[in-house]
């Protein structure tokens, strides 16, 4: 119900667009959001928006990722510049009630995205 798309290989300060499409039956959708996970690490959060706009990063990433959506409120992207090494990792979108509660909510498939010369 959660279908990512978009990652890859890519060299140090570049960029790369991942999307998050929403299918199916999926309710009470009101934050979604990517994640991203490395082996033997947590999965840790990257960026959430809400059905309301408002967004929130990672310290890591701020100034240069950017989350969207598109008007129909079915699609995520996230937009990453200025990629480092230390962005290499699988991603994942969520969705779930409110940014509390996400993690609880609905997972997408993961996508590579490798930041390597």
């Known amino acids: 119900q959660l279908q990512a798309s978009g990652g890859g290989l890519v060299q140090p300060g570049g960029s790369l667009r991942l999307s998050c499409a929403v299918s199916?039956?999926?309710?009470?959708?009101?934050?979604m959001g990517w994640f991203r996970q490395v082996p033997g690490k947590q999965r840790e959060l990257v960026a959430t928006?809400?059905?309301?706009?408002?967004?929130n990063y990672a310290d890591s990433v701020k100034g240069r990722f950017t989350i969207s959506r598109d008007s129909a409120k079915t699609t995520v992207y996230l937009q990453m510049n200025s990629l480092k090494p230390e962005d290499t990792a699988v991603y994942y979108c969520?969705?779930?009630?409110?940014?509390?509660?996400?993690?609880?909510?609905?997972w997408g498939q993961g996508t590579q995205v490798t930041v390597s010369s």
């Open positions: 969520n969705a779930g009630f409110s940014i509390s509660t996400m993690r609880n909510g609905y």
């Open positions: 199916g039956s999926i309710f009470s959708i009101n934050a």
């Open positions: 928006i809400t059905k309301g706009g408002s967004t």
